[in-house]
């Protein structure tokens, strides 16, 4: 490499990176009369949301918060499960994320009975822990469902566990996937929740 080549950190490089798109063709959330963002119309042109005055790509979804954005990568209201990919730093200390994700989406879906969600966190970038009352609420929502949190870094999953997030959310172990972009939606979800049974019967 040229010395005088500049490595680009993270942050420099955010607004290249996108949501996971190959699933577009089975599920549109701006398609969706059930979905937050039925309707929402996309300029790829434009970059207009920033992450601590960092551009990130327009296809995320903004639910509120300074930091923590998501897109909607599938819903099945037949079989209660939604996929929902994370981008961004989740801070719940400063911005209270928690609060933002639990009013503006879980409650949101709630009222259509999804009760299994898979939170892929491979784009969070830190995560600033505060109480666990909206994790705990959420957990008890769902009643017979779960939450899995996949291939979120190994630092974020530690600080989550400081915080006792785990107690509430599936993360970690056999839940690392490196290979869940080749599988349909569908496959996901059984996989995940083959993963999930196997933990609580042990």
């Known amino acids: 490499m040229d010395p005088s080549e500049k490595s680009l950190t993270t942050s420099e490089t955010m607004h290249l990176i996108e949501p996971y798109y190959r699933w577009l063709h089975l599920y549109d959330p701006a398609l969706d009369a059930q979905s937050p963002f039925f309707g929402k119309e996309y300029n790829y042109d434009l970059y207009s949301e920033t992450i601590y005055g960092y551009y990130i790509h327009p296809a995320w979804d903004n639910i ?10 599938f819903v099945d209201y037949q079989q209660g499960f939604v996929i929902i990919e994370l981008m961004g730093e989740w801070n719940d200390a400063v911005h209270n994320d928690i609060m933002h994700f ?28 505060s109480d666990d009352c909206y994790y705990e609420e959420w957990f008890e929502d769902i009643e017979d469902g779960w939450i899995a949190a996949i291939n979120f870094p190994e630092h974020i999953l530690q600080e989550q566990q400081n915080y006792n997030i785990d107690s509430y959310i599936n993360m970690g172990g056999t839940l690392t996937l490196e290979k869940w972009r080749p599988l349909p939606p569908l496959k996901l979800y059984q996989l995940i929740e083959t993963l999930i049974t196997r933990r609580l019967e042990l």
């Open 64 to 73: 509120g918060s300074e930091t923590l954005y998501i897109k909607l990568l």
């Open 102 to 129: 639990k009013r503006n989406i879980v409650d949101f879906f709630n009222k259509f009975n999804i009760t299994k969600y898979i939170l892929i966190g491979e784009n969070v970038l830190n995560f600033h822990g």
